[in-house]
Nanobody, 117 residues
Framework: VQLQASGGGLVQPGGSLRLSCAAS????????IGWFRQAPGKEREGVGC????????YYVDSVKGRFTISRDNAENTVFLQMNSLTPEDTAVYYC???????????WGQGTLVTVSS
């Protein structure tokens, strides 16, 4: 039972990346799946989340209009599409899933995103 985050890498300012968060051993049905990030020397912060019940999503102001969270039910995977990246987006990105039924929580390992020219 785990979450596997992937897709990080080095990208130039203004570029795009898509992160994936794949669940194995459990279904993401009835979960809220969130993306968090932690920049060097800073606390972990929430980026956004998506509800598996109605697909509604929410974003922190700093990424609104640039980041999009989506879900592929068939692949049991959630994606974080990041566009117009800036150096301030450089961080280790983590995915998190919380059950709406049991409140059980899972964290994926981080994936590093570096935005630099």
């Amino acid at each position: 039972v785990q979450l596997q985050a992937s897709g990080g890498g080095l990208v130039q300012p203004g570029g795009s990346l898509r992160l994936s968060c794949a669940a194995s051993g459990f279904s993401l049905d009835y979960y809220v799946i969130g993306w968090f990030r932690q920049a060097p020397g800073k606390e972990r912060e929430g980026v956004g989340c998506i509800s598996s019940t109605d697909g509604s999503s929410y974003y922190v102001d700093s990424v609104k209009g640039r980041f999009t969270i989506s879900r592929d039910n068939a692949e049991n995977t959630v994606f974080l599409q990041m566009n117009s990246l800036t150096p301030e987006d450089t961080a280790v990105y983590y995915c998190n899933a919380i059950s709406l039924l049991t409140h059980r929580e899972y964290w994926g390992q981080g994936t590093l995103v570096t935005v630099s020219s």
